[in-house]
T-cell receptor, first 114, second 118 residues
Framework: DQQVKQNSPSLSVQEGRISILNCDYT??????FLWYKKYPAEGPTFLIS?????DKNEDGRFTVFLNKSAKHLSLHIVPSQPGDSAVYFC?????????????FGQGTILTVHP | GAGVSQSPSNKVTEKGKDVELRCDPI?????LYWYRQSLGQGLEFLIY????????KSGLPSDRFSAERTGGSVSTLTIQRTQQEDSAVYLC????????????????FGDGTRLSIL
C-alpha cells in the first residue's frame, strides 16, 4: 500500500527550462509535505516544504504547489541547471498526529542536459 | 561536524551475524529517526526518538531490529541474526522540535550506512 507515489521514475530537461516533478498521496491525514534531493552515495538533502494550510511555497528557483483536493503536490525548478541532476523524493507526514514519521515516494531521477 | 554523522559508511557481513550501526545527530536536535532504503525503493521509516519519550518503533520490520539512544544524543541501530533481505542503506536523520512553525521541522539526513549481507 503505497501512500506516497511518484509515478514518473525519470525526467529529462534542457538547461534553462522548467522541471516539474509530481507526487500524489492517498492518506488524508498527511498535512506536511517535503521535497528532498539525493546524490549518489549521499544522504537526502532537504529542499523545501509546505504545510497543508498553504497551497504554494517558494524558495529561490524552487516552488512547491499543493492541491489538497486532488491530493497532489508538485515541485517546480526554474531555471533548471545541470547541478540539479539528482534523485528527487517527496515525503509526507501527519504532522499533528504522528510528528516526524515521514512516508517517502520512490523518487524521480531528474537529468538536466547542458 | 555540522551535519548528521553515521558510521560505518559501509558494512559487509555474513548472514546470521549481528551488526551495529551508529548515528551522531546534529547538536541541539532532539528528534532522531532511522530509515532504510532498499535497492530501487523509497525510504522506509524504522524508528523515531523524541527527547526522553518512549520511541515510536512502529516501522521496525521484525524483533531482530532494535535501537537505542543514549543520553538523548547518539543512537545505535542493532540488527541481530542478519538476513540477506536486511541488505540496504540505513539512513539516520535528526530535527529540531518545539516552536510553532513548520519551518523548524525538516529532517536532516546523514550519508547512510550501506549494509551488505553475504
Amino acid at each position: 500500500d503505497q501512500q506516497v507515489k511518484q509515478n514518473s521514475p525519470s525526467l529529462s530537461v534542457q538547461e534553462g527550462r522548467i522541471s516539474i516533478l509530481n507526487c500524489d498521496y492517498t492518506n488524508s491525514m498527511f498535512d506536511y509535505f517535503l521535497w528532498y534531493k539525493k546524490y549518489p552515495a549521499e544522504g537526502p538533502t532537504f529542499l523545501i516544504s509546505i504545510s497543508s494550510i498553504k497551497d504554494k511555497n517558494e524558495d529561490g528557483r524552487f516552488t512547491v504547489f499543493l492541491n489538497k483536493s486532488a491530493k497532489h503536490l508538485s515541485l517546480h525548478i526554474v531555471p533548471s541547471q545541470p547541478g540539479d541532476s539528482a534523485v528527487y523524493f517527496c515525503a509526507a507526514s501527519p504532522f499533528h498526529t504522528s510528528y516526524g514519521k515521514l512516508t517517502f515516494g520512490q523518487g524521480t531521477i531528474l537529468t538536466v542536459h547542458p | 561536524g555540522a551535519g548528521v554523522s553515521q558510521s560505518p559508511s559501509n558494512k559487509v557481513t555474513e548472514k546470521g551475524k549481528d551488526v551495529e550501526l551508529r548515528c551522531d545527530p546534529i547538536s541541539g536536535h532532539t528528534a532522531l529517526y532511522w530509515y532504510r532504503q532498499s535497492l530501487g525503493q523509497g525510504l522506509e521509516f524504522l524508528i523515531y526518538f523524541q527527547g526522553n519519550s518512549a520511541p515510536d518503533k512502529s516501522g521496525l520490520p521484525s524483533d531482530r531490529f532494535s535501537a537505542e539512544r543514549t543520553g538523548g544524543s547518539v543512537s545505535t541501530l542493532t540488527i541481530q541474526r542478519t538476513q540477506q533481505e536486511d541488505s540496504a542503506v540505513y539512513l539516520c536523520a535528526s530535527s529540531r522540535t518545539g516552536g510553532s512553525s513548520y519551518s523548524n521541522q525538516p529532517q536532516h539526513f546523514g550519508d547512510g550506512t550501506r549494509l551488505s549481507i553475504l
